[in-house]
Structure formats: structure tokens, C-alpha cells
């Protein structure tokens, strides 16, 4: 019997993301970068403990396939809480970096009259 508890992500398509021990290591892993990221955030929400290792996986694994900057930011919350200072900052200022260049983006296609990317 499997056990686990499911939460409900905020995706127009309602998926459904397992989370729990048994549950997560037996439920197939999702691919989608949006579903990695949710599916992070759940680990950073897990009682009694976050699963700060596992959440900081799942965040890696989103960044690398949608090229997002927004992993980013709990990519260094992650390694914040597992004492990797050093990494937790350099994700940060990434996070920031790559922020204000999105940012500077749209201002610039606004500007043109163009929509967003």
C-alpha cells in the first residue's frame, strides 16, 4: 500500500503532484519544469522536516530545462539551510542578475510597442 498525501498545484491544467515517502519514491518523475518547481515547494513545505536536499534537486532540474531565473531564488534558500553559504549567494546574485535583465528586456519591448516575451 502506498501512502502519501497529494497537494494540489496552481496550474491552469490541475495537475497533482505526490509527496511522501513511499509515494514519491515509486511516483514516475515529472518533466515538466513547472511540475519540478511545485514539486519542490512541496518539499520545502514538508512536515515535520523540510527535505531541503531533495527540494534543491527538483529546483536544479527545472532551472536546467526551462532556463527560468526564478528556480533560482530557492535554490539559495535550500543551500542556506544545508550551510553551502557560498553557493546559497552566488544563486542569489544569479537570481538578481538574471531578474533585472528580464526586467530590462520587457521595459525595452514595451517601450517598442511589442508585448511581452
Known sequence: MVTGRFVRVGWPQSRRVVVGTAAAAESPAPKDPRALFEAGVNYLHE?????????????????????????????????????????????????????????????ALRRNGTSRP
Open 47 to 107: 512536515k515535520p522536516e523540510p527535505r531541503y536536499e531533495d527540494a534543491l534537486q527538483l529546483f536544479r532540474a527545472s532551472y536546467a530545462q526551462s532556463g527560468n531565473f526564478r528556480p533560482l531564488l530557492p535554490m539559495g534558500v535550500c543551500e542556506l539551510h544545508l550551510e553551502r553559504d557560498s553557493d546559497a549567494i552566488a544563486h542569489f546574485q544569479q537570481y538578481l542578475a538574471e531578474g533585472a535583465r528580464r526586467s530590462h528586456l520587457i521595459c
